[in-house]
């Protein structure tokens, strides 16, 4: 078909592009899993600039989602309905999304993909972007967490800690928007950490993005700390179980990318499991820590 239109996302949008969402995701993951309305409207809201569609007179075909945290800009979700594959409709919607991010200031712009879809890495190799980073999900099962003194959450670090934190370790990061966008939606909640010997944060999500499906795992979206120290990682996450124990959640996930090679080795230490890889991609600047740990993951 032809006259093939890339506008703005809106909300009337969302059940359409749930549809090719999971259509889309069929053929890798080999079943069908529809979003949450809720999900689809807060990834919409994180970043509406950034959000697309391609629509002609068939309807809308492919949609993308993209956020800015600051100077990072992210990519994803992002599909095209398969029966139309192929066809020059991804790349549009990859532009208008770059674009958005690139004018708005971004200085890095990056994604997170399937390392084994060799679609996907030969489409991003072709539209510009590099290979960088294998991304770990990781997994632990959570029960008897030891309540140790001395270390806690704590709701708010003052006016700018999120900036601040983020900032001090990987500059511009900035993720109020994406602490703000749980508070207003229901979906998380960020803590402050108390007693670790650096600052730090964490932005965690306790409902389940997928249809009819209950929470299982506390999911970790962002995890800061400004020093790389290994007591400072454990007790953080002694936290972060501690508080999906009080939820009756029976995991904890937390994504890492291997730039935080020994943040990543004592969580395995500690008895972590890799469920997942990814690998990221850039097409602008590059992802560097200038101290720290920053465990997160750029797939809404
Ligand atoms: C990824 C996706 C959004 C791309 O959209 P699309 O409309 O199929 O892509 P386009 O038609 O714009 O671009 C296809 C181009 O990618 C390039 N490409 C694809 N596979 C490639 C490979 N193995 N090696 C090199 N280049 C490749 C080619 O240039 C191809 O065009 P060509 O065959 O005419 O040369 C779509 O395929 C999709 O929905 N996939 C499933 C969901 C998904 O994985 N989303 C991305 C998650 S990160």
């Known amino acids: 078909m032809s006259d093939l239109k890339i506008r703005n996302m809106d909300a009337a949008d969302l059940t359409r592009v749930n549809e090719i969402c999971a259509l889309a995701f069929y053929g890798y993951y080999g079943k069908i899993s529809l979003r949450t309305i809720e999900n689809l409207e807060s990834s919409l809201a994180l970043y509406p600039r950034g959000c697309f569609v391609a629509q002609d007179e068939g309807g809308i075909a492919g949609f993308i ?54 679609y996907n890495v030969g489409f991003y190799l072709k539209y510009g972007f590099d290979m ?30 999120i900036l601040r934190i983020g900032a001090s370790v990987v500059e511009g990061l900035d993720y109020s928007v994406e602490a703000a966008n749980a508070e207003k939606f229901g979906w998380g909640k960020t803590f402050f950490f108390k007693g670790l010997t650096g600052e730090g944060f964490v932005i965690l999500r306790h409902v389940s993005i997928i249809e009819d499906q209950i929470a299982k795992s506390l999911f970790v979206r962002a995890l800061v700390l400004t020093r790389e120290d290994r007591n ?69």
């Not at 309905?81 to 200031?105: F, K, Q, V």
């Not at 991304?135 to 001395?150: I, W, Y």
């Not at 499991?273 to 560097?288: A, E, I, L, Q």
Request: charged content about 20%.
């Open 232 to 300: 400072d990682l454990l007790r953080a996450a002694a936290c972060i179980e501690r508080y999906s124990q009080s939820l009756g959640l029976g995991n904890v996930t937390i994504s890492a990318s291997a730039l935080n090679a020994n943040a990543v080795r004592w969580l395995i230490e500690a008895g972590y499991r890799v469920v997942k890889t990814s690998m990221r991609m850039m097409r602008k600047g590059s992802y560097k820590l200038s101290g720290g740990i920053e465990l997160s993951r750029w797939i809404m």
């Open 132 to 161: 960088q980073h294998p991304a770990l999900v990781l997994e632990k099962e959570v029960k008897d967490v030891e309540t140790s003194a001395g270390y806690d959450f704590a709701e708010s670090s003052g006016p700018g800690g």
């Open 65 to 118: 989602f993209s956020r800015k945290l600051g100077s990072l800009g992210s990519i994803g979700v992002f599909g095209v309905d398969p029966c139309r594959h192929g066809r020059d409709i991804g790349r549009p919607l990859l532009e208008a999304a770059y674009s958005a991010l690139e004018n708005d200031g971004c200085t890095m712009i990056g994604l997170e993909t399937m390392p084994d879809s060799l």
